[in-house]
């Protein structure tokens, strides 16, 4: 919002040697943002001066251009009371007009100098100038001609134009739409001064009769007031006074015509939209409802819309003639042979305003005004305002009648405890202040009864509607300033719950490890599913739908990390870095079959019964660990040979977390899409599968456009940390030595090491410390279809050093139980 700062002065009595910065401050510390402190005329220096055109001589030139060699009176303002010569290339002026001229020596926006300087056979001192060399618009085709009695010839023309104004540029919140007023902002600069405050709309109106022009609302919920005026014999030639044009530029608006200026002036100085039709093509009488199936309507900017039936429009006896709040329709808009003018000022419903902009892709200064919720009670005094203007300026009279259909909404009452606004921001602020401030925003009365403040909010705030916006409205007048700045106290006995201490310990494990955490979008689409081989019927294909997409090629909840990670690699590879270890801790949605929950109203939190239903609609989301590795897992240099990542740094990466939480794994030979089968390992714990980690298939490779050998895994990290021993319990230790027992066995080549690995565990029995492989051997000396896995057992007792025949025995036994189960032969 634009407001020039004469004409807030018009509506409150700012002191003379006003700062405008310091009113900007002093705006903004009540909440309405500086955006922009303006001086149009600072980028001008030198002499700018009215003018009057004393002979104006076409001179047509050799390329076909016609330039008028001009006489123009300036006064004494150029030191010789003579005639200026000036030369000028625009046509729309006449002998006797009063213009801007910028004399020798003056300089324009942009660094402009002026000099006198010999052109077209002339030597043309000085310029007539346009709005666009001035700053002040971007009509540059044409000069500006000042309308009579503006200035006397030689007169600075800064006054005239407002140059020497200063103009506030403010953000304004949504739920600020009063202050997209200079209503709203003088009640602002009112306040902060402490004060009076002249209302723009309080004024006399005629009451409503049934002579005015005929209007039939049929949904007054989404129109609640409808005023009409009429004024006829209205000049539509008659031009916009120069003071009035001078404010919607300073307002950030383009004059237009005298009756579309008039409206958009009542609009800025009161917040009030107003359409104006042009009476004549108004076929019978007006009515307002919502749209029906299959209309259409072309708006004023020319575009045929098929209306919806949730739009509210108003309509004549032809049909449908403008989208109520939004745009007017095209066969009944104004023109410069309009004599007869409708005045419409009616309250729309912001929801249906905001809600038909936005279906429409209409953006107004009246929707955006109308959406946001305008003062309901001021439409009588905005039309008459308008009224007024146009008689004022166009000629014309007031058609007898004056029409009012409805009523506006009866202003809420909001009660607060007197002790609020203190309780919420540590101020001190007794009763008398939390009445006082409240009175001083508007809220009138203001009635205090045991402690209770109950305030009935003015019809220009829609936003205020419980206690604590009103505390806020307090806080605001006392002063954010006030408000201490102190840190809450830390409860006592806090800190990390135990799952954030294990997911922090499986972060640091694996970037000690060497990998690098990536964060990815949790969205997939069923492209990606099929880049990664799944087949039809792999649950991972069970995906949550989202309603409103960021990307309608990812509409859905990701059940996988793996694409996110893949992505990751992918973009990293294409830009030269192939060398990759990623790793990526986040969540995965997977909904049950058939789940769906019901739609809530927003009106109201859900009840118990309510938020039941909405917990069982609920998919479940568990943590999952990813990982994807790439290219070298060791480089190579003077120190020797690099190595390629393989199937077991995926493993070993689950290892790392298992290891950290000291959770113990099971591995064996696993078969699942995306990973290459014969080098995908499944990873068991707690008795359950949790995860895999292996090679990925050559054509997942291929169509994530990552390095062949490729290596992934993913787990169920949630599992993972609900198998972890609590933290509190610290390993116990011996300090008796270790009895060390290595063991050779033979087994057919399709029986696996875990379960050669759980065979040995159980049969060593509890003196067994650890079991590690260390050696396969496949060749003659073992036989074909079969191989040799080396194993290093480790016993201690807690309580004594074991005899070497104790360890023999357990030993013994292991391998027992391990050519029982697996037909292991000892070699």
């Known amino acids: 919002m634009r407001a020039p700062v004469s004409w807030i002065r018009e509506y409150v009595d700012l002191p003379d040697d006003l700062d405008p910065a310091k009113l900007a401050e002093s705006l903004t510390d009540l909440g309405l943002k500086l955006e922009a402190l303006e001086q149009p005329g600072e980028a001008i220096t030198g002499p700018l001066v009215v003018g009057r055109v004393l002979t104006m001589e076409p001179e047509p030139q050799k390329n076909g251009k016609t330039i008028n060699w001009c006489t123009v009176d300036v006064g004494d303002a150029n030191g010789s009371g003579e ?12 002998p006797g007009d009063l213009v801007v001229v910028v004399l020798p020596g003056g300089v324009l926006p942009g660094g402009f100098e002026i000099s006198a300087r010999k052109t077209y056979g002339h030597v043309s001192a000085g310029m007539i100038c346009s709005a666009r060399e001035l700053d002040l618009g971007e009509d540059h085709d044409g000069i500006m001609v000042l309308p009579p009695g503006a200035g006397e010839p030689g007169d600075d023309a800064r006054p005239v134009l407002g140059l020497d104004e200063t103009v506030i540029e403010l953000e304004i919140n949504p739920d600020r739409a009063y202050a997209l007023s200079l209503r709203g902002v003088a009640r602002e600069a009112a306040l902060a001064y402490d004060a009076p405050f002249r209302d723009p709309v309080a004024r006399s109106v005629p009451p409503a009769d049934d002579r005015g022009f005929p209007v039939r609302v049929e949904d007054p919920a989404g129109c609640p007031v409808f005023v009409a005026r009429t004024v006829s014999g209205f000049d539509p030639a ?7 044009a001078r404010r919607i530029r300073q307002a950030g608006m383009r004059p237009i015509s005298l009756a579309v200026d008039v409206t958009n002036y009542v609009m800025l100085e009161t917040g009030r939209p107003i359409h104006g039709y042009d009476a004549d093509k108004v076929r019978g009488a007006l009515g307002v409802r919502r749209a029906r199936e299959g209309e259409r309507l072309t708006t004023l900017d020319g575009q045929p819309r098929e209306l919806d ?11 449908i003639i403008g989208l109520g709040g939004v745009m007017g329709g095209e066969d009944t808009e104004m023109s410069d042979s309009t004599t007869r003018v409708l005045v419409e000022a009616a309250h729309w419903d912001p929801v249906s305003m905001f809600r038909t902009g936005r279906r429409h892709r209409i953006t107004s200064e009246a929707g955006k005004r109308n959406e946001r919720g305008v003062d309901p009670t001021i439409c009588e005094a905005a039309a008459d305002r308008v009224v007024e203007l146009l008689t004022t300026y166009g000629g014309g009279t007031v058609e007898p009648g004056h029409t009012v ?17 203190e309780r919420v921001t540590g101020v001190a602020i007794d009763e008398a202040t939390v009445t006082r401030c409240l009175a001083r925003v508007g809220c009138d009365p203001v009635v205090v009864s045991d402690g209770l403040v109950t305030a009935e909010v003015p019809p220009w705030r829609p936003d205020l509607t419980d206690p604590f916006d009103l505390v806020e409205e307090v806080i605001r007048v006392v002063g954010y300033d006030h408000v201490p700045s102190v840190l809450p106290p830390a409860p006592s006995g806090g800190g990390l719950t135990r799952r954030q201490r294990l997911r922090r310990r499986v972060g640091r494990a694996l970037a000690g490890a060497g990998l690098v955490e990536v964060v990815s979008f949790p969205f997939i689409g069923d492209h990606e599913l099929d880049a990664l081989g799944l087949p039809p019927d792999d649950e991972r294909r069970r995906l949550l739908r989202l309603a409103n997409p960021l990307s309608s090629e990812r509409p859905s909840m990701t059940t996988t990390l793996l694409p996110g990670l893949l992505d990751a690699a992918a973009r990293n590879v294409g830009r030269g870095t192939s060398d990759l270890a990623l790793f990526e801790l986040g969540t995965v949605t997977l909904p049950h079959a058939g789940q769906g929950t019901q739609i809530l109203p927003v009106d109201a939190p859900p009840g118990p019964d309510e938020l039941e239903v909405l917990v069982k609609g609920l998919p479940d989301q568990p943590l999952h660990l990813g990982v994807v590795a790439s290219g070298h897992r060791l480089p190579s240099g003077w120190w020797g040979p690099g190595r390629d990542v393989e199937w077991s740094d995926a493993l070993a990466a689950v290892r790392e977390v298992a290891e950290a939480l000291r959770v113990p794994l099971e591995v064996r030979s696993g078969t699942r899409a995306p990973w290459h089968p014969g080098r995908c390992a499944e990873v068991v714990a707690g008795g359950a599968v949790v995860g895999w980690a292996g090679e990925l298939h050559p054509r997942v490779c291929t169509a994530w456009g990552v390095p062949p050998r490729t290596v992934a895994a993913e787990v169920d990290l949630d599992r993972l940390l609900e198998l972890a021993p609590d933290d509190t319990v610290a390993p116990s230790l011996s300090h008796y030595p270790v009895a060390k027992e290595d063991v050779a066995l033979v087994v057919d080549a399709s029986v696996t090491v875990a379960e050669v690995e759980a065979a040995l565990r159980e049969g060593a029995g509890e003196l067994l410390e650890s079991v590690r492989l260390f050696d396969v051997y496949t060749g003659s000396q073992v036989g074909e279809g079969q191989k040799s896995l080396a194993f290093a057992l480790r016993f201690r007792a807690p309580d004594r050093t074991l005899t070497e025949g104790e360890a023999a025995a357990a030993r013994d036994a292991a391998v027992a139980l391990a050519a029982e189960r697996c037909g292991a032969v000892q070699r």
């Open 83 to 94: 005639p200026q010569g000036i030369v000028c290339g625009a046509h729309n002026f006449a």
């Open 238 to 244: 008659s031009p916009t006074p120069e003071w009035l």
């Open 405 to 421: 259909v409805g009523e506006p909404p009866a202003p809420p009452r909001v009660t607060l405890p007197s002790d609020l606004p």
């Open 309 to 319: 039936t949730e739009d509210l429009v108003v309509t004549d006896d032809s049909g």
